[in-house]
């Protein structure tokens, strides 16, 4: 980052050299780790790799899955050094097809750089070489815990730092303008409305080897896990989810055949392997990687992380509980897809009967655009708003057996608030005048088969899309009126609605919640070899990786799938941007 310049130096036939020779215990070596900062070009062949494309039809992401080139028209893909050695440690009998091979050397350093204050506080020198800005915005976040206004921005730092890198800023233009695309070994004359300049910080051989490194650590903690005859409920950006117990035992969930159950002294053994590769000061970081505070309960049994103060002391009223005294706590786990997960206490009887549940750590992926159907209480300190417990408490309770009943906020109509502030969204809306006197609106979200009771003659040429004023009182929106800016009428205005009118039937919250259970996992194949669907995968541990063919050039972002059903769970995490 310091440096005054930098070269792509061709370096093909030694990094072709260091993939044959590296192995799963030479990534605990901290020298082995500056030899991955490459880049090449590869033509895959079943290797394990990150790959975004469009699976089934339905997502265009991300995912490590055993890529094959088109066989047709075989295209060789670039990727980052730390993702090969994971393709290695994951299928030791395969090495990556490399072709060509590149390192990125910087020379000299820049004039000017000077000493600044992150906050006024953080010192950072970039002319001192001993100094790290990554680890010691780590470091800084931790000694800064009492400071709530720094820790959180340190945090938010670490955790978007590698995105400067990729910074592109859209420029739009009313005439297409001629442009140049690069894709890979590829380049061809364009034109295009949107040109994008370059951020100030764009270095994209750094993002590609930061969020790549990070996939590496979660390849060798799969592999350790798996090497010993576990398995894991969820892999996340940070985090795995091993399937673990204190005595650990067997498994006898269908898909996952041969698996068994972690003890906790086998994953603390895990841990401790990667101590060796702490770039941090141990006083203040002294693990690398470490259980979460899901894990531990105070001895009073209530959480840590929602339930105590900074100090320690317990916030929930009649406890007297004072010290921070972390007691190791058995958590289950029930995943639906990528990022669809939610962990949980089981309470029981004297004779281990299941009594009740409690929801840990909740995850909205793919409903956060939703507007909250229920208000927070006064002074939440959990990441994850009430409503996501109380839809995951009613989703895992259906899972295991326990009496449930509906929340009262899933017969609301599913809003989405947006923001009338643009002429993008002026022009969307169809410069509708309804529209100007408010900063925002709902769109109200329906279906096209459900929604509406039109007759042959009254039948939309467009697909309906209803908006109406926002309100974050949910007790009025039933009673709010807006229009379909997408249909007019034989007068040429736009179709009218009520929310209460009984022709009109938006998606309900309760719609959302069946169809957020039944969500396939489009980027894994099931046990029996065959696309996950909703009734392939029920009650499955996990399920496998797919074989791909693909063409795209790969955007290294977060890591690849795994989703499962019920399951003891340890859940662990890197300290690392």
Not at 190 to 214: F, H
Not at 345 to 368: C, M, R, T, W
Not at 398 to 406: A, E, I, P, S, Y
Not at 463 to 476: H, R, Y
Request: one cysteine or more; proline letters at 7%; glycine letters at 6%.
């Amino acid at each position: 980052m310091t440096a005054e310049s930098i070269e792509f130096v061709d370096d093909t036939e030694n990094i072709k050299r260091f993939l044959a020779s590296i192995t799963r215990e030479k990534c605990y070596e901290r020298k082995t780790w500056p030899d991955l900062n490459f880049v090449a070009r590869v033509m895959p062949d079943g290797d394990t790799l990150p790959i975004r494309t469009v699976y089934d039809g339905q997502s265009q992401n991300i995912g490590n899955n055993y890529l094959r080139p088109n066989p047709i028209h075989p295209e060789p893909v670039y990727m980052a050094g730390p993702d090969l050695v994971g393709a290695v440690i994951q299928q030791p009998d395969r090495i990556p097809k490399i072709q060509k091979a590149f390192r990125v050397v910087p020379s000299g350093k820049q004039p000017g750089l000077r000493a600044v204050k992150l906050r006024g506080k953080v010192l950072i020198d970039p002319n001192d070489d001993s100094v790290d800005l990554f680890t010691t915005i780590i470091e800084e976040r931790k000694r800064n815990k009492d400071d709530a206004d720094l820790y959180y921005w340190l945090k938010i730092l670490a955790n978007s730092i590698y995105g400067f890198f990729v910074e592109l800023i859209p420029e739009h233009f009313n005439k297409p303008k001629k442009v140049m695309v690069f894709s890979g070994d590829d380049e061809f004359p364009d034109s295009s409305r949107v040109i994008e300049r370059q951020g100030k910080w764009l270095a994209p051989y750094l993002a590609t080897l930061i969020t790549s490194a990070g996939r590496l650590l979660l390849a060798m903690l799969e592999v350790e896990v798996t090497s010993a005859g576990g398995t894991y409920l969820y892999c996340d950006t940070d985090s795995l989810a091993i399937v673990a117990s204190e005595k650990g035992g067997s498994l006898g969930i269908p898909g996952a055949e041969g698996k068994r159950v972690l003890t906790w002294d086998e994953v603390d053994r895990i841990i401790a392997k990667f101590q060796a590769l702490n770039p941090y000061d141990p006083e203040t970081v002294p693990d690398l990687l470490n259980l979460t505070d899901d894990n531990y309960v105070c001895k009073c049994s209530h959480d840590l992380k929602s339930e105590h103060d900074e100090a320690g002391r317990c916030q929930v009223r009649s406890c007297n509980c004072k010290a921070r005294k972390q007691v190791r706590q058995q958590l289950w786990g029930l995943a639906v897809a990528a990022k669809r997960y939610t962990l949980f206490e089981k309470v029981l009887d004297q004779s281990g009967q299941l009594l009740n549940i409690k929801i840990v750590n909740p995850k909205a992926h793919g409903i956060g655009f939703l507007y909250p159907p229920k208000d927070n209480p006064k002074n939440w300190k959990r990441d994850a708003p009430l409503w996501v417990y109380e839809m995951w408490d009613y989703i895992v309770r259906g899972f295991v057996g326990l009496k449930r009943t509906r929340p009262a906020w899933a017969s609301l109509p599913q809003m989405m608030r947006f923001s009338v502030s643009t002429w993008n969204v002026l022009k969307m809306l169809g410069m509708w005048e309804g529209a100007r006197p408010h900063n925002f609106m709902f769109m109200v979200m329906t279906s096209k088969d459900y929604s509406f009771d039109f007759d042959f003659e009254n039948k939309p040429s467009k697909k309906p899309m209803v908006i109406v004023p926002f309100s974050s009182k949910q007790s009025e929106w039933s009673n709010l009126e807006g229009f379909d800016i997408h249909n007019k009428d034989l007068g040429g205005r736009f179709r009218r609605y009520r929310m209460n009118d009984p022709d009109f039937h938006p998606l309900t919250y309760a719609h959302m919640m069946e169809e957020y259970i039944r969500h396939p996992e489009a980027k894994s194949l099931g046990p029996d070899g065959k696309p996950c669907t909703a009734d392939t995968t029920k009650k499955r541990l996990r399920c496998g990786r797919r074989a791909t063919i693909s063409v795209w050039l790969p955007i290294v972002t977060k890591p690849g799938s795994a989703w499962s059903s019920t399951g003891e769970a340890a859940r662990l995490y890197f300290q690392n941007p």
